[in-house]
């Protein structure tokens, strides 16, 4: 990965993190204050993911990204409280985001790249759902914290199994 992914991944990684812990705290005494950080955020975060990274069309790369990541966040949102499993809200922010990310970094018109991506992101998802389920709060200040970089680590993993393929 060209150092700019990473330059992206580490600011939006800042600006996810201060936006999801606001508004974490802002949820018990205003939830729909602390919804619109959170989204806010996550727009933020998008644009300067598809911004820092380096790819084409950055402002529409952002859009497409942010949309996607709202719809995921509330799609799952939405399924937590028809179901009342916690598993959907616990993973919401964790997987809209990540899913945003996985489009909004470059190169993403490969599907089997955004697979691993997406993969990746569930898996956290997974294992932030078992620390949820352990201490809520340290779930809250972990959380915002890789998913970002678990995106950077799957094109990681996902170039160097195509290296490997192409030894073969």
Known sequence: MR???????ITATIVWTMALWFGFISIPSQKSVGF??????????MYLLAGFSGGAEPAD??????VVALLVALALLM??????????S??????????GASLAIPPAGDVSRIV???????????????????????????????????VGIADIGYERSRQVLAEE
């Open 36 to 45: 619109v950080i959170i989204g806010v955020g996550l727009i933020f975060a």
């Open 90 to 99: 616990v993973a919401a922010p964790i997987a809209g985001a990540g899913t």
């Open 79 to 88: 399924i937590g409280g028809a179901t009342d499993i916690d598993l959907f």
């Open 3 to 9: 150092s700019g992914k990473w330059f992206a991944i």
């Open 61 to 66: 790369v952002g859009f497409r990204a942010a």
């Open 116 to 150: 691993t991506r997406v993969s990746f992101v569930v898996a956290l998802a997974m294992i932030l759902y078992w620390v949820w389920g352990v201490d809520s709060t340290v779930y809250g200040a972990t959380a915002p914290l890789f998913v970002f970089t678990v």
